[in-house]
C-alpha cells in the first residue's frame, strides 16, 4: 500500500464516506504513463509515485482510466466500483459496473486493478466528455469524475534547440505528450545519426523514438499520412523509425524510391539482437545505449533492471581500463569482445551516475537495493556512488517541457 499521493489528492476534490472505522474515497486519473504501473510497483512505501492526469486526447490516442481508493480503515471491508463516461451530448456509457475490491485494515492509497484502455474514434463528437467513478460500501455510495477535451490534431512546431530535444527526452517518461513527441521528432535539431556506431545510428535516440512512438502508435500514422510533404530529413528519420521499429511502410512510401525501400529493408534486417537477452559483443555498448533510450521514453523497471545488470561485468570493466589508460588495443577476436563488454561495464557506470537525480530512476534504484535483487558485487558498486553523490539535488534538466502551440491552446483562441 502506497503512502498518500499529495500530488494526487491536491489536484481532484473527492467525496469522503466515514464510518467510525472505516474512511474510504475514489480517485480517478486519465493517463498516458506506462500502463505496467511500474512507477507506482516498484516506489518505495515511503516515496509518492509522479502520477500525471492528461487534460486532451486526439482520435485513436490509448490512454488508461487509473481508479484509486484513498482508506483509513480499522477494519476489513469491501467496496464496489462503477465507471462510466458522459458525451457532449449527455449520452452516457458504462465501462465496467459493481466490480468488487476486498480492503483490508490500513492506511494509505490503493490501486484498484480494474483498469482501461480508452480512445476516441472518429465517429465521437469532439468536445468535453466526462468520466464518473462510483464507489460503493454498505449501502452509501461516493462519487468523482475528472473531464477531457477530445480535439482535433494540429501539427506543432517542431522544437528549435538542441537542449529542448535533450530535455525532452531527458523527462518525456514523467509527462508522455504526443504533441511533445512529434515536435521532437521533426525537429531539424534532432540528429539520430552517430559516427562509427552500429548502422551509424545514436541508439540512445533511435530507440527512444522507437519506444516513445510505440507508447502513442497513432503518430506513425500520423507520419505516413504526411510523408509525401516532409522534408528530406524528416523522410530519412521516418525511414529509420519504421524500420527499427519493425513497422510496416505503405506501398506508397515504399515505391516512391527504390533506395528508399532497400535502406528501409537493410535497416529492418540488420537491427541489434534483444539487450534482454544477452550482451552482443561488440554491439553490446549500442544495446545498453538503447535500454537507455527505452527507459527515457517508458520508464520501465525491467528496463532499469537490465542496465545495472552491465554492472556485473566487472573483470570486463578491469581489463577496459588498463587497456585504455595503457592507450593499447586489443587484438584477438576474444580480446575484442571483453573489451568491448568492458566498455559497456563503464558506459553503465556512468548512467547511473548521470541518473541518480533522475527522479524515477532513483525511486528505483532505492527499491531494487532494499529486496536484495542484485548480486552483492553490483549492490555494493551502487551502494558507495550513492553514499558519495548528493542525490537528494535536483537535477536542472528534470524540468518539464510543455508546448507553447499546443492544439489545445490553438482551440481556446479560436473561441
Known amino acids: ?3 498518500r499521493l499529495i500530488a494526487i489528492l491536491s489536484l481532484i476534490s473527492c467525496a469522503l464516506f466515514a464510518q467510525d472505522k472505516i474512511k474510504v474515497e475514489p480517485i480517478i486519473m486519465l493517463s498516458l504513463q506506462d500502463s505496467s504501473m511500474d512507477w507506482w510497483n516498484y516506489t518505495p512505501q515511503e516515496m509518492s509515485p509522479y502520477v500525471q492526469n492528461i487534460n486532451k486526447a486526439f482520435c485513436g490516442e490509448e490512454f488508461s482510466l487509473l481508479n484509486f481508493v484513498n482508506v483509513e480503515s480499522e477494519e476489513d471491508a469491501i467496496v464496489k ?3 462510466k463516461v458522459i458525451a457532449p451530448d449527455s449520452t452516457e456509457r458504462v465501462i465496467f459496473a459493481d466490480k468488487e475490491m476486498p480492503i483490508r485494515a490500513a492506511n494509505g492509497i490503493l490501486f484498484f486493478p480494474e483498469f482501461q484502455k480508452f480512445s476516441f474514434s472518429e465517429q465521437d463528437e469532439f468536445g468535453e466528455y466526462e468520466f464518473v467513478l462510483f464507489l460503493k460500501i454498505d449501502e452509501q455510495e461516493i462519487t468523482t469524475s475528472t473531464k477531457i477535451l477530445y480535439i ?12 529542448d530535444c535533450v530535455k525532452i527526452i531527458y523527462t518525456f517518461s514523467y509527462k508522455p505528450d504526443p504533441e511533445l513527441l512529434y515536435a521532437l521528432f521533426t525537429s531539424p535539431k534532432l540528429n539520430i545519426l552517430q559516427e562509427g556506431a552500429p548502422l551509424e545510428l545514436n541508439f540512445l535516440i533511435v530507440n527512444f523514438l522507437v519506444s516513445a512512438f510505440d507508447s502513442l502508435p497513432f503518430l506513425y500514422d500520423r507520419l505516413l499520412k504526411e510523408y509525401a510533404d516532409a522534408s528530406d530529413m524528416q523522410k530519412k ?18 515505391k516512391s524510391d527504390k533506395e528508399v525501400k532497400e535502406a528501409y529493408q537493410y535497416l529492418k534486417d540488420n537491427r541489434l539482437s534483444d539487450p534482454y537477452k544477452s550482451w552482443d559483443g561488440d554491439y553490446s555498448l549500442a544495446q545498453l545505449d538503447a535500454l537507455m533510450g527505452e527507459f ?23 581489463y577496459a581500463e588498463t587497456l585504455l589508460g595503457s592507450k593499447k588495443s586489443p587484438k584477438t577476436p576474444d580480446e575484442k569482445e571483453k573489451y568491448a563488454l ?6 553503465a557506470l556512468n548512467y547511473v551516475n548521470q541518473n541518480l537525480k533522475n527522479d524515477i ?19 555494493m558498486q551502487l551502494a558507495v556512488i550513492i553514499k ?9 534538466e528534470e524540468k518539464v517541457i510543455t508546448l507553447k502551440n499546443s492544439s489545445l491552446e490553438q482551440l481556446q483562441k479560436s473561441k
Open 361 to 379: 530512476f532513483k525511486k528505483y534504484l532505492f527499491k531494487i537495493l532494499s529486496e536484495k535483487e542484485l548480486p552483492e558485487s553490483v549492490a
Open 296 to 318: 527515457y521514453a517508458t520508464a520501465k523497471y525491467s528496463t532499469f533492471k537490465r542496465i545495472l545488470e552491465a554492472l556485473s561485468l566487472t573483470e570486463e570493466g578491469q
Open 81 to 83: 466500483m462503477s465507471l
Open 237 to 254: 528519420k521516418t525511414i529509420i523509425l519504421f524500420a527499427m521499429a519493425g513497422r510496416a511502410l505503405s506501398e506508397e512510401v515504399l
Open 1 to 3: 500500500m502506497k503512502c
Open 342 to 347: 568492458g566498455v559497456t561495464y563503464l558506459c
Open 388 to 396: 558519495t553523490k548528493n542525490i537528494n539535488e535536483k537535477n536542472p
Open 152 to 163: 482535433d490534431w494540429i501539427n506543432p512546431v517542431p522544437v528549435s534547440s538542441s537542449k
